[in-house]
Each structure stands twice: as C-alpha cells, then as structure tokens.
C-alpha cells in the first residue's frame, strides 16, 4: 500500500495543477469574451449574458475592410519597428560597455534603469513642445523619439547580463588575431549575443507597440497608431463594443505571438543587469 509521503506528494502535485489550471481560465477568459463579443451582432453586444448567439462577421468585416484600422496597425508597426532598430543602435554598444568597461560604476549602471522609471507625464510637455517649435507634431518621428525615451533604458538594461555571458577571451583572441576593439565586438560578440539582441527587439516592440499616453498626444490624423485607434471606438454615441472588440483582438495577436519568443530569455535579461555588480 503507498506510503503516506507518496499520497501527500500526489495531493500537492493535484492541488498545484488545480490551482495552475484556474490562473489559466482566469488569464485566458477575458480574450474569449472578448472574441465572442466581436461576432455577436450589434443588438446583442449589450448583454454580455447571451452565450448562445448566431455568430456574424459584420464587426470584422466593417474594421478590417471599412475603416482606417489596417493603416494605424501599419503606423504601429512603423514606429515600433523603428524605435526598436534605434535603441538597438544605441543600447548594444552601451550594454558592452557597462559589462566590460564598468562605465560609470554601479550608479551610472542603476540610472539607465532609473530612467525606465520616470513617468510618462514629466516628459510630455517638453517632448510636445520639441515638437511643436520642430513642426514634428502628427508624425511618426515625434511618436518614435518618445518611445526611446523609454524602450532604450530597457533594452540597454536587457543586453547587459547577455553581454556579461559572453567570455571576455572570445574578444581577447580575436585582437590577438589582429582585429580592433570594435571589430571584436561587431564580428565576434554580437553574433554570440544574437538570442538576447532578438529577445530585447522583441520586448522593446511590445513597450512600443502597447504605447497609448504618447501616441494619445504626439499623434492624431493619418498617424494615428492602434491603440489610440481602439480608444477611438468609446464615442458621444456610446462605446461600439462590436468593434472595439475585434480592434482589440487585432492588436494584441503580435503581442501574443512576441511573447512566445521572449519568455526563454525575458527574466535572465531583465535580472541579468543586476548581477556581477
């Protein structure tokens, strides 16, 4: 007959799996209600408890093919994709440099993640106003410059503990083999680094993309980006729920596919700068 430790062990293993299955239904039932009200028809949308519904594809068919959703996902992906090549610029020579070099020491290291931490609202008047004497107002230059502000401290941050992996003698032997600094860091340390630098564009085009409070004002028109897109869908009539639902669906999907690729190195890249120090 099993022991009494083996029934106790099972009846952890249970209650684990229990307790894991219900944070699951919670984290995932807000998408499924969100998806069931983007194909209930317009008359229904107001009862969130009606379940059993013909489904319609008229909410998706008038965002996807009858409004200007598809060009702010583009405006999205532009200011996204170009905020993250920027910081990945400027963040990698800056993470080598605090890994190796020590640059700065521990508190010059601690402000690039203090910067992480200032709110949004201290920088919004003086970006608004660059912006404005710079006739950048509506463009997707003054919405990218306000998202470095926060998504290069991070990845600078993130690239820190993949760069303090890295054996200082792989650069060692390569300018023993006749290549400068830069070139050891070019041609032998990043390509070493090339998971992490992966992970932190990944992460940096979440931070940009989920962006609302800068978009919100630096943005408007045609350079309008998703979110304030979705925002747009609360009007003086009420909020068209239908809509907003299938919005919402489409700007989380990249979200969500991004979050497969990072999840493997995300706690060792944030943790990772705090280390060694």
Do not use: C
């Not at 060009?71 to 800056?94: D, E, H």
């Not at 997707?140 to 998202?147: D, G, K, Q, T």
């Not at 680094?193 to 630096?218: E, K, T």
């Amino acid at each position: 007959m099993p022991s009494s430790p083996y029934w106790r062990k099972r009846l952890i293993d249970w209650g684990g799996t229990l307790i894991l299955m219900v944070a699951l239904i919670v984290v995932l039932f807000p998408y499924f209600w969100i998806f069931l009200t983007s194909l209930k028809p317009t008359v229904l949308v107001a009862q969130p408890d009606i379940w059993v519904f013909a489904p319609t594809a008229t909410n998706w068919r008038e965002v996807l093919l009858e409004s200007d959703v598809p060009r702010y996902l583009v405006n999205s992906l532009i200011v996204g994709a170009s905020t993250v090549l920027i910081a990945l610029i400027v963040a990698a020579p800056a993470s080598y440099s605090f890994s190796r070099f020590k640059t700065g020491g521990g508190p010059v290291r601690f402000s690039i993640l203090a910067a992480e931490m200032l709110p949004p609202a201290v920088l919004i008047v003086p970006l608004f106003l660059l912006m404005f004497h710079l006739q950048l107002l509506d463009t997707h230059i003054a919405l990218i410059a306000a998202h470095l502000t926060f998504v290069t401290p991070v990845i600078t941050w993130f690239l820190i503990g993949f760069f303090d992996e890295v054996p200082k003698e792989l650069e060692e032997q390569a300018m023993v083999d006749g290549y400068t600094r830069f070139q050891a860091f070019y041609k032998v340390v990043l390509p070493t680094v090339r998971p992490g630098l992966a992970a932190a564009a990944i992460f940096g085009f979440v931070l940009s993309w989920n962006d609302m409070f800068y978009a919100l004002i630096l943005s408007g028109g045609n350079n309008k980006t998703l979110p304030v897109a979705i925002a747009g869908y609360w009007t003086f009539r009420g909020i068209e729920m239908g809509k907003m639902a299938v919005a919402i669906l489409i700007a989380i999907v990249p979200v969500l596919v991004a979050s497969f690729f990072i999840q493997k190195y995300l706690v060792k890249g944030l943790g990772g700068g705090a280390v060694k120090y």
